[in-house]
């Protein structure tokens, strides 16, 4: 511990002697962290970092800002102060500098922005914080100021702005439970499960299972999707007509004769899955092994499921945005269609997307066993 001394009264030496801002040993217990740019921290790498500092000390000095009652809150170098804790050390070396709470957001946010170890994530959540600071302030051009200030172009800052405010739930999970990082893969999921939920959660339920989905793959199902909607163009009424090549009525009558065809009896399927009736079961039947049921589902199967809960938890999630009156307005709707109809998924998918619970088709099934009494 002599070293790590030493070291703190070189350090502390060394800047009493410039005229910036001064260095002085605080104690731990003093300083507080509250929501950083970062969020997430590797635990192994705080080990780490740890036992770094056990051998040779602090070497950078951590920044706080005085806050009420003798306390101090962290602009940056909040790993550092884990770490120390964790070596056991009462102080730490700290600069202190008083200021707003506005500019040591901007610090904080210009300091931790470029770290190589941020995940999208954390780097979306901060981008989205700045972003609402910023127009707060009424900027009117946020995203080139932010631009400005990350050195990035402005087409990456408006897409992790995205991320942060537009992504849908169940893509979002995928970033968050570490699926994919990619930021244009996420984005273009995001437009195919609003396009069409069918494709769109059933390339979500293959990333989540392992499989090597490209943003190729995602943009050529999305480009699919768009071209499944049938054109429109105007006749010369100005009626809308679909584009759709029509039987040539001048056609010769013998050239439209086709010859019967004889009809056979198709071989019947030996089975055919039926998504209603499998919910049904799920819900009501006693002996049932959820898990083992869901697992056991081809992947269409599995998403032809999620189509029939997925849109009662996009309006719970809908209503959540709009404010508690209309959650309560929603479910309320909800609970007296389930007077006429037997069920209580769809309503408490609803509560589901109205809590901010992320969208998880097991969850929902077992939470409403659970409610009517079977789990």
């Avoid at 996420?186 to 090597?212: Q, W």
């Avoid at 995602?218 to 163009?233: C, G, S």
Wanted: with cysteine; hydrophobic share 40%.
């Amino acid at each position: 511990m002599s070293n790590l001394m030493k070291n703190i009264a070189s350090i502390s030496d060394l800047m009493a002697a410039s005229s910036g801002p001064q260095i002085t040993i605080l104690e731990c217990h003093l300083i507080e962290c509250r929501v950083q740019v970062r969020t997430e921290f590797n635990d192994e790498t705080i080990k780490e970092l740890a036992d770094d500092i056990m051998a040779r000390g602090v070497q950078q000095p951590i920044k706080v800002r005085p806050i009420d009652d003798g306390r101090y809150l962290v602009i940056f170098g909040e790993r550092r102060l884990r770490a120390a804790g964790l070596a056991g050390l009462a102080t730490i070396p700290a600069i202190i500098e008083d200021m707003t709470d506005s500019t040591a957001s901007e610090i904080q946010f210009m300091e931790n922005i470029h770290r190589e170890d941020l995940s999208t994530a954390d780097l979306a959540a901060a981008i989205g914080k700045r972003y609402k600071q910023l127009k707060t302030q009424d900027v009117s051009n946020a995203v080139d100021v932010i631009a400005g200030q990350v050195k990035k172009s402005k087409s990456w800052v408006s897409k992790h702005l995205a991320i942060a405010t537009k992504l849908n739930s169940v893509v979002a999970e995928l970033m968050q439970h570490g699926h994919t990082q990619d930021v244009e893969l996420l984005l273009i999921l995001n437009k195919l499960v609003e396009a069409k939920p069918s494709e769109g959660l059933d390339m979500v339920h293959a990333i989540r299972a392992g499989e090597n989905i490209t943003r190729k793959d995602a943009r050529e199902a999305l480009k699919n999707t768009e071209q499944d909607k049938p054109a429109v163009e105007s006749d010369s009424d100005g009626e809308a007509a679909t584009k759709q090549k029509a039987v040539n009525q001048n056609e010769p009558a013998e050239k439209s004769k086709t010859k019967p065809v004889e009809q056979t009896t198709p071989a019947a399927h030996p089975y055919q899955f039926d998504p209603a009736e499998a919910l049904s079961a799920l819900e009501h039947e006693e002996n049932i092994d959820v898990d083992e049921f869901l697992t056991n589902l081809e992947t269409q199967d599995h998403t032809k499921l999620d189509e029939l809960v997925f849109p009662h938890w996009q309006l719970g999630v809908e209503a959540r945005e709009q404010g508690k009156d209309e959650v309560i307005q929603r479910v309320f709707l909800q609970a007296m269609k389930l007077q006429e109809q037997e069920g209580c998924l769809a309503l408490r998918a609803l509560l589901a997307g109205s809590m901010g619970e992320p969208f998880d088709l097991a969850a929902i099934i077992y939470s409403t066993r659970e409610i009517i009494g079977l789990d």
